[in-house]
């Protein structure tokens, strides 16, 4: 191809229309819209948080009852398993209870000794007074056979040694009557009660409370449910197994007592207050949205309940925002199951008091 001329290429640029200038207003128009935007943006977003508190420090909470036995022995029977639903009074499990019945056994064998014991006490030959009378006849025969010596002594038809004779069988007598009288009550000693057992034999009575010792013992050995709720730990729960006295080995976790214990930071508590409404979300069933109530606000932050509480007297203390523990209480039934230690969000709200 053959090149332009030039002389045309100069008049074609010479008759093309000249290109309009730039106008640099749009620049800083994007530049000032960005900026605003965002700080619109945070406006809205901070004044969306206004009135309401939050924290993902929370964690489902609910009541939990160690049991155990109030008797030792072998576990023959278990009713339960970890996970069991039940329901209060329901048997969790049965211990032997033939030890217990021999004790029963035992105790009306210990009952009936001390009643035949009452019997032999009452025919006691102490309580009919008849020793007593005959030593007062002996008293009064052993007198007048000391007066006789005594007249026949004052005429000289009696010598001393008869005299001291009859005088010591007087004292004799009078001994013997004293002796009697003390066996007879001692007798009645026997047969007495107390103040604590009016009108029983204290040998029958305390007889009597070892079968009921006995009795309480062998009912205790069926275990039941002290509340309603669901079974957990229950490892040890095994037919076969000894159990011993009052050592715990089941949990029982109480369902309707389930509560939510938020961990809210001080500087969240100056609006914070008793009834105000408030929201749970769980990390488990993230469509699940539970209604509540600030129950309580904690006595002291978890640092002052911890076990070795922290030591702020130091020389390189640093300050560090406490957690104070919240009680919410759950408002209506949760459709999914909610179990302790889950993980959860609360917020509060404490626009308006949390009023609805």
């Given at each position: 191809?053959?090149?332009?001329?030039?002389?045309?290429?100069?008049?074609?640029?010479?008759?093309?229309?000249?290109?309009?200038?730039?106008?640099?207003?749009?620049?800083?128009?994007?530049?000032?819209?960005?900026?605003?935007?965002?700080?619109?943006?945070?406006?809205?977003?901070?004044?969306?948080?206004?009135?309401?508190?939050s924290t993902d420090n929370?964690?489902?909470?609910?009541?939990?009852?160690?049991?155990?036995?109030?008797?030792?022995?072998?576990?023959?029977?278990?009713?339960?398993?970890?996970?069991?639903?039940?329901?209060?009074?329901?048997?969790?499990?049965?211990?032997?209870?033939?030890?217990?019945?021999?004790?029963?056994?035992?105790?009306?064998?210990?009952i009936a000794s001390a009643?035949?014991?009452?019997?032999?006490?009452?025919?006691?030959?102490?309580?009919?007074?008849?020793?007593?009378?005959?030593?007062?006849?002996?008293?009064?025969?052993?007198?007048?056979?000391?007066?006789?010596?005594?007249?026949?002594?004052?005429?000289?038809?009696?010598?001393?040694?008869?005299?001291?004779?009859?005088?010591?069988?007087?004292?004799?007598?009078?001994?013997?009557?004293?002796?009697?009288?003390?066996?007879?009550?001692?007798?009645?000693?026997?047969?007495?009660?107390?103040?604590?057992?009016?009108?029983?034999?204290?040998?029958?009575?305390?007889?009597?409370?070892?079968?009921?010792?006995?009795?309480?013992?062998?009912?205790?050995?069926?275990?039941?449910?002290?509340?309603?709720?669901?079974?957990?730990?229950?490892?040890?729960?095994?037919?076969?197994?000894?159990?011993?006295?009052?050592?715990?080995?089941?949990?029982?976790?109480?369902?309707?007592?389930?509560?939510?214990?938020?961990?809210?930071?001080?500087?969240?508590?100056?609006?914070?207050?008793?009834?105000?409404?408030?929201?749970?979300?769980?990390?488990?069933?993230?469509?699940?949205?539970?209604?509540?109530?600030?129950?309580?606000?904690?006595?002291?932050?978890?640092?002052?309940?911890?076990?070795?509480?922290?030591?702020?007297?130091?020389?390189?203390?640093?300050?560090?925002?406490?957690?104070?523990?919240?009680?919410?209480?759950?408002?209506?039934?949760?459709?999914?199951?909610?179990?302790?230690?889950?993980?959860?969000?609360?917020?509060?709200?404490?626009?308006?008091?949390?009023?609805?």
């Open positions: 191809m053959a090149e332009a001329d030039p002389a045309l290429a100069r008049h074609a640029a010479s008759v093309a229309p000249a290109a309009p200038a730039r106008r640099p207003w749009g620049r800083w128009a994007l530049m000032l819209i960005v900026p605003l935007a965002l700080v619109a943006g945070a406006l809205v977003y901070w004044q969306s948080l206004a009135g309401m508190v929370a964690y489902i909470k609910q009541d939990m009852v160690s049991v155990s036995a109030e008797v030792g022995g072998r576990i023959i029977d278990v009713m339960v398993a970890d996970g069991s639903q039940v329901a209060a009074g329901d048997l969790l499990f049965r211990i032997d209870a033939e030890p217990f019945r021999l004790q029963i056994a035992e105790a009306n064998a210990a009643q035949a014991n009452v019997i032999a006490l009452s025919n006691a030959p102490e309580l009919t007074g008849t020793d007593i009378e005959a030593a007062r006849s002996d008293v009064a025969f052993a007198q007048a056979r000391f007066e006789r010596v005594r007249a026949l002594r004052e005429k000289g038809f009696s010598t001393k040694a008869d005299y001291e004779a009859a005088e010591q069988a007087v004292v004799q007598a009078r001994e013997a009557v004293q002796q009697a009288e003390d066996r007879q009550r001692a007798a009645r000693a026997r047969l007495a009660t107390g103040a604590a057992v009016p009108g029983v034999n204290p040998q029958v009575a305390a007889a009597e409370a070892q079968r009921a010792s006995a009795a309480l013992s062998l009912r205790r050995t069926e275990v039941r449910s002290p509340a309603a709720g669901r079974i957990a730990q229950a490892d040890r729960l095994q037919v076969g197994q000894q159990v011993v006295p009052n050592l715990p080995v089941l949990t029982l976790v109480r369902s309707a007592s389930t509560y939510v214990e938020a961990n809210f930071k001080e500087t969240d508590l100056a609006e914070m207050a008793v009834g105000q409404r408030a929201e749970i979300r769980f990390d488990a069933y993230p469509d699940l949205v539970l209604k509540g109530r600030v129950a309580s606000i904690g006595a002291g932050t978890g640092a002052e309940f911890s076990v070795l509480p922290a030591q702020n007297a130091t020389g390189n203390w640093v300050k560090v925002t406490q957690r104070v523990p919240v009680r919410i209480t759950l408002e209506g039934t949760s459709l999914r199951r909610l179990i302790a230690g889950l993980s959860s969000e609360v917020t509060v709200f404490t626009a308006n008091n949390g009023q609805d």
